[in-house]
């Protein structure tokens, strides 16, 4: 008996989780790009996580921050190809973390978004990824991320 492998929607409905809706963009941007099979997303905060890590956001609630951060984008991204199975790899992410001076754990910080991505997508999910700390971030926002993902060629201009 062969047996079924999960959709990344079912893995995330398996973890308890569910992609919130679409985020209204703050300014005369769009959500993503897909150019060829890659699809460039814009970064991605979120409403619940404000403030500095070093200073009033633990490693902790970074980390958290990061997972919702991801969230948001694997909704962008289900929007764009209306189905999660149609990503052939998630290629590279960019985490900038709102950062107090001597604040240095901006990788486990980002390592929020990287354990979903391979949760959700197994190996197609382990990506490059920079983690930066910023001195300050829209809306007071602890993270942002941002990614590119690579898409099936057959599901091009469909």
Do not use: W
């Amino acid at each position: 008996m062969v047996e079924k492998v999960m959709t990344p929607e079912e893995r995330l409905q398996q973890m308890g989780l569910e992609l919130p809706p679409l985020r209204p963009a703050s300014g005369n941007y769009v959500s993503c790009v897909r150019t060829g099979n890659l699809i460039f997303t814009s970064g991605q905060g979120t409403d619940e996580y404000r403030g500095k890590l070093g200073e009033d956001v633990p490693i902790e609630v970074g980390y958290q921050a990061a997972r919702q951060c991801m969230l948001n984008l694997l909704a962008v991204v289900k929007n764009e190809l209306g189905d999660l199975s149609k990503v052939k790899r998630i290629v590279k992410i960019l985490g900038m973390v709102n950062s107090s001076p001597d604040f240095k754990d901006q990788p486990k910080v980002m390592n929020g978004s990287s354990d979903l991505l391979v949760e959700v997508f197994g190996e197609k999910g382990r990506h490059a990824r920079s983690a930066v700390g910023m001195s300050q971030l829209p809306h007071n926002n602890a993270v942002e991320v941002e990614m590119i993902v690579e898409v099936e060629d057959g599901d091009i201009g469909e």
